[in-house]
């Protein structure tokens, strides 16, 4: 498909965002269903505990209770909360919705509270009595593989979870071979995604059909479907999910949580619907966080800078649980470890272990933000101790255009790529010369200025079926109402990426309609049947390319209906601009108002013509898309305080052909700003008896608009193979290639005074206790 | 984030407000503009059972000459000082702190007077109020009294206002130009870490230095004043005396800012604040 005509490739506003800005859009917590109840949580204050006895008579003598339940109550009704990602060796403990005779993690939920109002329930919650016996915390994953370190699960005589390994080439000769060998360990730190809307649901039961509806703010309503049966006594077919506005989720709305299934649980139990709405506390510690891993990293280089081989040795901190995709982000580090370039061999050993902390998993990059940041640290490491240009050592690296599709030590293909043209773009656009200039002046004045670079590549348009658990493509059908108008339905379910803008974009060009003829829906399972749902920047590449297939489908009907109506023959119907003509005549042409109602009313068709102008689709992707580019950074550290100024940002990105490059910008944008976030100030901290101290906004630094700088960005096009509009993802590109590049800057600032590395996040403190050690009392 | 129930009461002069505290004695909170009870409230960190609201108490926000000082109604919000031309002109270091103070809601709802009762040792307004050496005015049964600012804090959330009081009117000098305010905040509360607000008095050659955020309540950084009274104000005295900011001062410690890094953040921001002052005189 051409980048320049129509609707694909324009910059367009999102058709989404006027109800948004109005404050008239629907989230979970704006619905209210007759006779609903509210449920509120009691979680644990201990990270370790035995759970003695609860009492719960003065909770449910409380006014306006309907009903206390614990774990005796509804364990034994409820399943296991899922993990559909195991590993070969993994052990994975019971995951009950409440917890039963002990809890593991500060925030455990132990209780329900289900009373009339949201007040009530929540009054009632401090006359639960639960009598904890404190038992040994361990929440640091080195000390949890210590010989004496308390067990997070006793049952397993282990704090192993377990071990995963992805290796090829030959390691030893590399490194024997090697004029330098260069280790770094490198700690990345827990993060909380923190989505601005907590999580939260709704679940009605229907007695009479035996039915469930369960409106939930998640990202995956097809998976929740697929999964929920697992966990409540209502088989798949009779339950209808349904994502309404989701106020962000980053990753953290990729599950299926406890209090999805209580609340669907308690009201077939109660005979009455039951919301309960997540405060911003209980989302610091009972929704998923991400990162956490330590690794040992190894580099085998050659003088001129020729990387030969990395190795590396991670621990995965993965809190309590093993949540849904839980053991598996710790692969994709693993998969995407030698980045953008070549590399003869390589090994990556994880070992994930519990402690009783959250569970991670998938944010915002899911695995890749640590590859990227490991490879893109090494290269400036690599460059430092051979003395060489950080640019030069990448370009020397790279495969070349020519060499696309790429295999990877891995076993990834690499679809298309030219590393070499983005980067070249980023220092044109950064005034790379001018700007080495500055940083020259600025040190010679005794300032710490500092430029750094990341050339990222990742991997996403997740992805073709054998490499997903419950398979990789996805559902979309279209409709021609008989009006003309056209109903747009994805199994995508994009909660606030602006699918409802391409997908529009995409069927208008298509199908030769105006755009405001199209409505696009999502996110409810009775609307859109099917779906795979949105993670792993998936959605525009897969959803779009389904729905793609199904205009194609429908084409091909109407040509058909055309024919008959033209009365010409089927092969002499030429379909141009939304028009429908015998070659030839032009004049005489059929629009899709003129065809829909015929094809409808089905009184003039084709003999053996099934009436309707409807089509789905299931797109499976050949291969994943792996987007890349160069971000370019300059910051000002101040040498009193420690603090970092970015002074200039620079981003070239290449997604491939862009359907909409406001909604590429836009994704780009954001996803920055999560690293800005993890590369300055976000971290996660819970003590040593895992106690969670940055359990709200008072103590959880998020980026504010005044932290972003001014983005200069740009891309190149360098269209993928992987589907039929060439487009790759976009929606974590911004935060896997710019974390580094902002550390790379800072530790760049920092050369000049011997300081090689620092740890994320880089605070002023840390800064500072670096650049003055001798201040320290 | 649900605060547990309370009785809400909303007088409608001082002396009726003072009535009912008497009244509820301890169990009571007297709210001004919400955006330090509240939040504890929500984290039922504090249940008051009565919650007193003198948001419609008549005549507790003003900005207006008194006299040879500047009298601030204690229900005047950080945003109206932020825009008093009268303070402006008279009293810049007050007009300098504001709008350092939270974000732009914050601002709009928070008060001057509900900040201070409040103590935390993190909030801005102390070091102006302890620099300029204000009089506090606290409102109780048995009438008036004043307070100097040096008084008025306690310790950690802990003032000399006591439970049937109301702190009704802040009293500060005008100054001249030669004032400022240097915050390091807490990233993500935006509170300070170390926030030094400073008054150079060039007529009398002295200064006078109020820090918060450092210690469990805000200081006089007296080592400082003492060092500088009659100095000039070159680079040599000023870096010599910031090196004494946190002179028998036990800082704080926390995950956001080491007992180290705050003591030496005050000194580095007691630099920067007479820097600035000494450039504005």
Sequence with gaps: MSAAKGYFGKPMKRVEDPRLIKGIATYVDDITLPGMLHAAVLRSPYAHARINNIKADAAKASPGVVGVFTGADVNDKCGLVPCASPMPDSKIPKHTVLASDRVYFVGHPVAVVVAVDRYAARDALDFVEVDYDPLPVVSDPEKALEKDSPLTHPEFRTNVAFTWSVANGGLDAAFKRAHRVIKQRMIHQRLTPMAIEPRGCVASWHAGEGTLTLYTSTQIPHLVRTLLPGMISVPENRIRIVAPEVGGAFGSKLNLYAEEALCSHLAQRLGAPVKWIESRRENAAATIHGRDQIGEYEVAVKKDGTLLAIKSKTLADIGAYCQLNTPAIPTLTGLMLTGCYKCKAMRMDVVGVYTHKMATDAYRGAGRPEATYVIERLMDIIADELKLDPVKVRLKNFPKPTEFPFDTLTGLTYDSGNYQGALKKAQQISNWNKLTKQRDAARKSGKLFGIGLSTYVEICALGPSKMMSAGGWEWGCVRIEMSGKVTVITGATPHGQGQETSFAQIAADKLGVPIEDIVVMRGDTAVAHYGRDTYGSRATVIGGAAILMCIDKIIAKARKLAAHLLDTKEKSVEFRDGKFSAKGKPKKALTWKQLAPEAYVAKNIPQNWEPGLEASSFFEPPNCTYPFGTHIVAVEVDRDTGEVKIVKYVTVDDCGHQVNPLLVEGQLQGGIAHSIGQALFERTVYDENGQLLTGEFMDYAMPRAKDIPEYLMDSTVTPSPSNPMGIKGVGEAGTIGATPAIANAVMDALSPLGIRHLDLPLTPEKIWRAIAPVKVK | ?281
């Design chain 2, 1 to 281: 984030m649900i605060p547990a129930a309370f009785d809400y009461l909303r007088p409608a002069t001082l002396d009726e407000a003072i009535a009912l505290l008497e009244l509820h004695g301890a169990d009571a909170k007297v709210l001004a503009g919400g955006h330090s009870l509240v939040p504890v409230m929500k984290l039922r960190l504090a249940q008051p059972k009565t919650v007193i609201d003198i948001s419609s108490v008549a005549d507790l926000s003003y900005v207006r000459e008194q006299g040879d000082k500047i009298a601030i109604g204690a229900m005047t919000t950080h945003y109206d000082i932020e825009a008093s031309p009268l303070l402006r002109d008279t009293c810049p270091l007050l007009t300098e702190l504001a709008p350092q103070i939270g974000d732009a809601q914050v601002r709009n709802r928070g008060t001057i007077g509900g900040s201070l009762v409040h103590a935390d040792p993190a909030a801005d307004w102390p070091a102006a109020i302890l620099a300029l050496d204000a009089d506090l005015e606290i409102a109780g049964s048995n009438g008036r009294r004043a307070v100097k600012a040096t008084e008025f804090f306690v310790g950690m959330m802990e003032t000399v206002v006591q439970s049937s009081e109301i702190l009704c009117e802040i009293r500060v000098p005008t100054t001249a130009r030669s004032v400022a305010y240097v915050k390091f905040a807490q990233r993500a509360s935006g509170f300070a870490i170390a926030g030094v607000a400073v008054v150079v008095d060039g007529a009398n050659k002295t200064v006078s230095v109020g820090v918060t955020g450092v210690a469990a309540r805000p200081y006089r950084a007296l080592a400082v004043e003492s060092v500088l009274r009659g100095k000039v104000l070159n680079r040599d005295a000023i870096d010599q005396a910031a090196g004494i900011a946190a002179e028998g001062v036990e800082p704080l410690d926390d995950i956001h800012a080491s007992a180290a890094f705050r003591a030496h953040l005050v000194q580095v921001n007691t630099r920067r604040a007479l820097e600035v002052a000494v450039s504005r005189g």
